[in-house]
């Protein structure tokens, strides 16, 4: 079903969520008494215009048999609800197997991740261990698909790396890193106060104010060549603004070289392996991709690899350049 | 039209929960307001509402409501979620937890999981800065209808292509699970025409998966680890050899990172040892090195480098 708007609903979505609202509705407000219209309002992710009328469907509800009978009773006086009848729906609908397995398999991913770290002795994975019996008992039945979901972090990175990182986030303090960059080839030492460790397609980063760019940056913890947690306080600056990690680690800025390649169905793996701007399927199995990045040497690398499965049809600067290395490398073959 | 319904599914709902018998239909209409009047017109409805009541997961119970007539009714044991407290700690986790899925496939069923437990009472707001932040994708088309195959035990097929194919296949699969392994969706199960235990990447499933059975008809074996599948899948290497390798000096910390011994030479180039397990791969990683790397031996490896960067020259 999609979701329609029809000019009498005020609410969002199809009026099986906004069953679902109701229905969760009642039973938040019961449980806590008295609570706020314009709090309830944002926990629900609805105006107070929208609650309101919510409510007031809510108290409309009418069963004529045997005897004209209102089972619901609230009022919303001076911005407070209370609801002093609802018997029949007063508590909660339980978890859809969806709905369980969704959280289950998120929490057992952030225990996988805690254990990676806990190698330093942290009892870090009990409120984890607890949250996830607790939702499994409460979920019954509806818990058990969960089980065939399974998410597994990547572990390349040092467990002394994780665990330090999280030393340095719990206890506030600076931290040394010497970091790989791969696109150049080289080790980076830099002084890093961190803000948060963040784990997306299956990786662990670091994120914090690096002293040395005086920016945000993002660290890939299995490049971490070596992080020893400084004596000093961290000072993230008020300016420092965490990655919106809804939008991808990696968003390509205006300034970033274009890069596109034709790819044999061996080379294939760089279309599922880095974020692309365009992907088209040009028959036999090829494709044509278009890639953004700031580091022309990554591209340089990328293409040199690739050989034969991967052909840089575009910057032609590029292009040359990946013909002069290769070039220059078959020449200490013919030696 | 939305407005009305909302209204008779919550009558509904209120009615089949407060009685402790089976209602008819005819007690139903009675009762709950909005049904039309035509009985004909009103089945339609119904079933369709009934419908719906399971869609949301409303446990809907059919029984006997007289010697000759079945009834409906909601039994409260089985609607209710049970009692569930956690602690400010605990609370916190659920809200991170809530999060992981942002925009990806099981974000809604997340989200409403979320509000259901919020309205069991659980304050599932922020107490302090997370300090960790994971997050699942799953843009992968395949994700849905797998994960749905999955959950109601229900046969696939779907054309796969493998890597390096240009052709895809169809497959018959009966699946076990989804693994999501280093950032990427997987599948496991029992390929039907190959008569065994295989996994696929979600990404390189081309076109619509479809379902080929029923719900419950796949049976998915005591002990079966999808984890273990995609795993031992995944990581198919032959048996680990050596490469000797001439490295550019103050170049290549990339491949020096993974050495088992290094020396440094007079002219300019260090002599490096690393353990390779595919050639393919480990090609492709030396080439990346251009003329900063030169390969001694195995003379395969060597050949192959020598091929990726001819390729590179054309």
Redesign the interface.
């Known amino acids: 079903m999609t979701p329609s708007r029809a000019a009498d609903t005020p609410g969002p979505g199809t009026s099986a969520d906004r069953l679902q609202r109701l229905l969760a509705l009642v039973p938040y407000v019961i449980s806590r008494k008295v609570v706020g219209l314009a709090e309830t309002a944002e926990a629900f992710g609805v105006t107070e215009r929208e609650l309101t009328d919510d409510l007031n469907m809510l108290w409309c509800v009418e069963l004529r048999t045997p005897d004209p009978y209102c089972p619901i009773d609230l009022s919303y006086e001076g911005g407070e609800i209370v609801i002093s009848q609802a018997e029949p729906v007063d508590r909660p609908l339980r978890l859809g197997v969806d709905e369980a397995s969704a959280l289950l398999v998120a929490l057992r991913m952030l225990a996988e991740v805690s254990q990676a770290a806990a190698a330093a002795g942290e009892p870090e994975g009990s409120a984890l261990s607890r949250t996830i019996a607790k939702l499994e008992a409460a979920a019954g039945e509806a818990a058990v698909p969960a089980a065939q979901v399974a998410v597994e972090v990547d572990q390349n990175a040092e467990h002394s790396v994780l665990a330090k990182a999280r030393e340095a986030l719990a206890t506030g303090r600076r931290v040394h890193l010497s970091y790989y960059v791969p696109g150049r080839d080289e080790a980076t030492e830099r002084d890093v106060d961190p803000m948060r460790l963040l784990v997306v397609e299956g990786r662990t980063y670091l994120e914090g104010w690096c002293r040395r760019a005086e920016a945000v940056r993002v660290f890939r913890l299995d490049r971490v060549l070596r992080i020893d947690v400084l004596s000093v306080a961290a000072e993230v600056p008020q300016q420092a603004e965490p990655v919106d990690v809804d939008q991808g680690l990696f968003r390509p800025s205006p300034g970033d070289m274009r890069v596109v390649l034709e790819l044999t169905p061996r080379g294939r793996w760089v279309a599922e392996y880095y974020p692309c701007e365009d992907v088209t399927e040009i028959g036999d199995g090829r494709l044509k991709v278009t890639l953004r990045t700031p580091d022309g040497s990554w591209a340089r690398r990328l293409a040199l690899g690739l050989g034969e499965d991967g052909r840089v049809l575009e910057p032609a600067a590029l292009a040359a350049a990946v013909r002069a290395d290769a070039s220059a490398a078959l020449a200490h073959y013919a030696q | 039209?939305?407005?009305r319904?909302?209204?008779r599914?919550?009558?509904l709902?209120?009615?089949l929960?407060?009685s402790q018998r089976y209602l008819t239909a005819t007690?139903i209409r009675?009762?709950?307001?909005g049904y039309p009047d035509s009985f004909d017109a009103f089945k339609r409805m119904f079933e369709r509402d009934k419908e719906?009541l399971r869609?949301?997961?409303?446990p809907l119970d059919m029984g006997p409501a007289s010697d000759e007539e079945v009834g409906y009714r909601i039994p409260?044991q089985?609607?209710?979620?049970?009692?569930?407290?956690?602690?400010p700690?605990?609370a916190?986790?659920?809200a991170?937890?809530?999060r992981?899925?942002?925009?990806a496939e099981?974000?809604g069923?997340?989200a409403?999981?979320?509000?259901?437990?919020?309205?069991?009472?659980v304050e599932a707001e922020e107490t302090q800065?997370?300090?960790?932040?994971?997050?699942?994708?799953a843009g992968e088309a395949a994700f849905a209808p797998l994960?749905e195959a999955?959950?109601d035990r229900r046969p696939v097929t779907f054309r796969y292509?493998a890597?390096?194919?240009?052709?895809a296949q169809q497959r018959e699969l009966e699946p076990?699970?989804?693994?999501?392994?280093?950032?990427?969706w997987y599948v496991a199960g029992h390929d039907r025409a190959r008569q065994a235990v295989r996994a696929f990447?979600l990404?390189?499933i081309d076109g619509s998966v479809e379902f080929d059975g029923p719900p419950g008809s796949v049976t998915?074996p005591v002990g079966a680890d999808?984890?273990e599948m995609?795993?031992a899948w995944d990581d198919r290497v032959p048996s680990g050899r050596t490469a000797v390798l001439r490295v550019r000096s103050g170049?290549?910390?990339?491949i020096r990172?993974e050495a088992i011994r290094e020396e440094q030479g007079a002219d300019g180039w260090d002599e490096v040892e690393v353990p390779f397990h595919e050639i393919a791969w480990f090609a492709?990683?030396l080439?990346?090195?251009?003329?900063?790397?030169?390969v001694s031996e195995p003379a395969d490896l060597?050949d192959a480098v020598?091929?990726?960067?001819?390729?590179?020259?054309?």
């Open positions: 039209m939305s407005r319904k909302t209204e599914l919550l009558s709902v209120v009615c929960l407060s007690q009675a009762a709950v307001p719906e869609e949301l997961g409303i409260r089985a609607y209710v979620l049970p009692e569930i407290r956690l602690e700690d605990e916190a986790v659920l991170v937890a809530a992981v899925w942002h925009r099981l974000a069923a997340a409403g999981a979320l509000l259901k437990l919020r309205a069991a009472g800065q997370p300090g960790i932040e994971p997050r699942l994708h994960w999955v959950r292509r890597a390096g194919r240009s052709e076990w699970g989804v693994v999501n392994r280093h950032g990427r990447r990404s390189r998915v999808v984890r995609v795993r170049a290549g910390f990339g990172r492709e990683h080439a990346s090195f251009g003329p900063d790397l030169v060597r020598i091929t990726r960067l001819k390729g590179a020259l054309a």
